[in-house]
């Protein structure tokens, strides 16, 4: 069994920030090949961000400029830095690596 536990979701004014973590126990040896996928109410689950161990990480077209992924192998944890937040960005964040999901963390974002 292995868990991907989301968390820093919560509630922002247009234009703030939030940093989401996602926390790996169990069966994962690296953070390479992890994303932040999305899911708004009544629409399809978008890849967000996804970190390489070689290369850039990829991003939304959405998101570019604003969201940055990183991580930290020896803490089997990574992060989600997300500024100038805009209420699009609302959805619940879900935590990805090969074919585990987190719970996810609900991030809203007002006007």
């Known amino acids: 069994q292995v868990w991907l536990v989301e968390s820093g979701g919560g509630s922002v004014q247009a234009g703030g920030s939030l940093r989401l973590s996602c926390a790996a126990s169990g069966g994962f040896g690296s953070i390479y090949g992890r994303a932040w996928y999305r899911q708004a109410p009544g629409k399809q689950r978008e890849l967000v961000a996804r970190i390489y161990r070689i290369g850039t990480p990829a991003y939304a077209d959405s998101v570019k400029g604003r969201f940055t992924i990183s991580g930290d192998n020896a803490k089997n944890t990574v992060y989600l830095q997300m500024n100038s937040l805009k209420p699009e960005d609302t959805a619940v964040y879900y935590c990805?690596?090969?074919?585990?999901w987190g719970q996810g963390t609900q991030v809203t974002v007002s006007s």
């Open positions: 990805n690596q090969d074919e585990d």
